[in-house]
């Protein structure tokens, strides 16, 4: 919201639905899904990107980057 009051917005309502659609999933399936998560954006950052994610410098770029996404998905970034 400090970012950007719009873009905050909408990502609450996309971690609302994502909520909703996500407590059907039972929770040792939840935790595989993270855990391959996880393990392809490793993939991806070593891999393709040949560098390492930037949570690894600083721990509030895990916040922004579904913001990131979500500004991308619209056309803000």
Not at 9 to 21: D, E, G, I, K, P
Not at 47 to 68: C, D, M, Q, T
């Amino acid at each position: 919201m400090k970012l950007d009051v719009s873009l905050g917005l909408l990502m609450l309502v996309v971690f609302a639905v994502l909520n909703v659609a996500g407590r059907p999933i039972p929770l040792a399936w939840g935790a595989a899904l993270f855990v391959l998560g996880w393990a392809l954006q490793f993939l991806g950052h070593s891999i393709y990107e040949k560098r390492s994610p930037a949570f690894y410098k600083n721990l509030l770029h895990l916040l922004v980057g579904p913001l990131w996404i979500t500004a991308k998905a619209v056309g803000r970034a």
